[in-house]
C-alpha cells in the first residue's frame, strides 16, 4: 500500500517511510491510495469474534501487503493488552470505554501500535537508535512514553512545560525511567513544541541522531484506532442494538473520528457520526457554513479537545473529497460550553450513577440531544474521569475512586531533567546523549 500526502505535492510513499516521517514533505497528512473493504460475511458474524481477533482482520486489510502476517498478528496483540468494552448508560446510550489502557485514555492504543509498527521498520534498517521528540500539555507525553516504555532501540525524549502539567499527568511520564527521559523546560507548552520543531530542522543534530515525532497525525498512531469501532459495533451486534447505530466521538484534533470514518469506508455499518466539540467549534460551524475557519484554542474543561485548528479535517475533507454536502450528510456536529459539560456530567451521575469525565460528557450529551427514534447511540468515553479527579470531585461533589495502575504512577519516583527554553541548551543536552 502506497500513502498519499493530501496536500498532493509530495511522492507516494511507503508504510514504512510514512511511519518514520510521519508530516510529508509538503507538511501535509499522509493517507493510504485506497481504502480496503471487507467482505459482509465478516459482518455478518462479526458478534462472535473477540477484539483482538476483530483487529488482527482490521489491520491486515491495512497493513497486511507491508507487514508479516505473523508480526503484525503479534503487534495487534501486544497493542491491545487492554479490552475497549462498552458500558450502557441510558436505554439507548452505550459508553465504548477506552480508558483501560496504561494511561487510562484512549491515546494508548495509537501510541502502542505505533511504538511497535516503528520498532518492526527500523529493525530492518540496522541503523542504530531511534530517537523520538514529543512536547506535551499533559496527555499525549503519557500516552506516548507508556507506549514506548521498553521498546528497544527506541529512546523518547518528552518535553513539558515546568509547573503547568497536573501531578497525576506528571507522574504518568516521569516516573517510567528506561528509555524514557522526560525533560522539564522553564517556559510553556509552545516553547516545548518550538524546540521540538527546530530540533527537526537542525542540520548538526540531525547529523549525529535519528530523529523522530511521534504526533497524532502518524498514519500509525491515527489509523489503529479503528479498531475499537468495529469492536463497538461488534458488542452492539450481540446485544441486537445495531440496525441504526450512531457513533458520537468528542473530538479535538479529529483523529479518533477519522479512524471510525476510515472503518465505515471499509464497509463498517455504523449509520452516521456525530462530532461532539466542547466551545472549540471549529468543524461544528464548518457544518454549518460550508466555511473552515481556524481560530485560536480557547480553554474548557475538557482541554484535550482545546484545538483551533484540527490537523485531521484535512484528512475528512480529502476522504469525502472536499464535498461538504458529503461530510454534512453523514457527520452531525454539537459544541459545548463549560456550563453544558458540568451539567451534563451531574445530571448523568445523578439519573444514571455514571461517571463521566468532561470529554466523554460532550459526547454523551450530544446522544441525549440528537439520537432519533429507532437508532442506538455509543459515544467514546476517551477518558477514565479520575484523570481529571479534582475537576470530576467538584462537579458531582464527590470523591471518585483512583484505579490502582494511576495510584502506581503517583507513588513512583520523579525523574527528570531541567532545561532552559532556550534552543542551544536543548541541543547541548542531546548532543551529549
Ligand atoms: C486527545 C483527546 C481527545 C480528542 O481526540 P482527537 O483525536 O484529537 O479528536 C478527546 N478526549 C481525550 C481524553 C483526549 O485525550
Redesign the pocket.
Known amino acids: 500500500m502506497k500513502y498519499y500526502s493530501t496536500n498532493k505535492n509530495a511522492p507516494m510513499a511507503t508504510l514504512h517511510e510514512a511511519v518514520v516521517k510521519g508530516l510529508a514533505p509538503d507538511r501535509g497528512l499522509y493517507m493510504p491510495e485506497r481504502i480496503p473493504t471487507l467482505p459482509a460475511s465478516f459482518f455478518q458474524h462479526i458478534e462472535q469474534l473477540s477484539f483482538q481477533e476483530i483487529a488482527c482482520t482490521v489491520a491486515e486489510a491495512f497493513f497486511g501487503e507491508d507487514v508479516e502476517k505473523e508480526d503484525l498478528r503479534r503487534i495487534v496483540c501486544d497493542t491491545l493488552s487492554f479490552d475497549c468494552p462498552i458500558a450502557q448508560v441510558d436505554e439507548n446510550i452505550y459508553a465504548l470505554e477506552l480508558f483501560h489502557g496504561p494511561t487510562l485514555?484512549?491515546?494508548d492504543v495509537g501510541a502502542r501500535f505505533m511504538a511497535r509498527l516503528l520498532q518492526y521498520f527500523i529493525r530492518q534498517e540496522d541503523a542504530g537508535r531511534v530517537n523520538v521528540l514529543v512536547a506535551t500539555s499533559g496527555?499525549?507525553g503519557s500516552?506516548v512514553a507508556n507506549g514506548f516504555l521498553g521498546v528497544e532501540g527506541i529512546h523518547v525524549y518528552v518535553l513539558y512545560p515546568k509547573g503547568k502539567v497536573s501531578r497525576i499527568q506528571e507522574s504518568q511520564f516521569t516516573t517510567l525511567g528506561r528509555n524514557i527521559t522526560a525533560l522539564e523546560v522553564d517556559g510553556v507548552f509552545d516553547d516545548c513544541q518550538r524546540l521540538v520543531k527546530q530540533a527537526f530542522l537542525d542540520p548538526e543534530l540531525n547529523a549525529h541522531l535519528r530523529l523522530t515525532s511521534a504526533n497524532?497525525i502518524n498514519v500509525a498512531r491515527?489509523l489503529p484506532?479503528a479498531f475499537y469501532y468495529f469492536n463497538a459495533y461488534a458488542r452492539m451486534k450481540g446485544l441486537g442494538k445495531a440496525d441504526k447505530m450512531v457513533m458520537c466521538?468528542?473530538?479535538?484534533?479529529?483523529?479518533?473520528?477519522?479512524a471510525g470514518l476510515f472503518g465505515h469506508e471499509m464497509g463498517l455499518p455504523i449509520h452516521r457520526f456525530i462530532a461532539a466539540n466542547n466551545a472549540n467549534d471549529i468543524f461544528y460551524n464548518y457544518l454549518q457554513t460550508g466555511r473552515y475557519e481556524p481560530k485560536a484554542s480557547i480553554q474548557t474543561l475538557?482541554n484535550?479537545?482545546d484545538?483551533g485548528d484540527?490537523s485531521?479535517f484535512a484528512r475528512v475533507y480529502d476522504l469525502y473529497g472536499g464535498s461538504h454536502e458529503r461530510i454534512t450528510a453523514y457527520i452531525g456536529g454539537a459544541t459545548y460550553s463549560d456550563d453544558d459539560i458540568r451539567e451534563t456530567m451531574l445530571e448523568c451521575h445523578r439519573r444514571t450513577g455514571y461517571v463521566l469525565?468532561p470529554?466523554?460528557a460532550c459526547g454523551y450529551r450530544a446522544l441525549r440531544e440528537q439520537l432519533r427514534d429507532g437508532e442506538a447511540g455509543v459515544f467514546?468515553e476517551?477518558?477514565h474521569p479520575a484523570?481529571f479527579k479534582e475537576k470530576v470531585d467538584e462537579i458531582l461533589g464527590a470523591d471518585i475512586a483512583i484505579p490502582e495502575r494511576l495510584a502506581a504512577f503517583m507513588r513512583g519516583k520523579k525523574q527528570s531533567v531541567e532545561l532552559s527554553r532556550e534552543f542551544e541548551d536543548f541541543k547541548a543536552f542531546l548532543l551529549k546523549e
Open positions: 485514555a484512549f491515546k496527555d499525549t500516552a497524532s491515527f484506532q466521538v468528542p473530538s479535538g484534533n479529529f483523529g479518533n473520528i477519522t475538557a484535550a479537545m484545538v484540527p485531521n469525565d470529554h466523554g467514546c476517551t477518558a484523570k
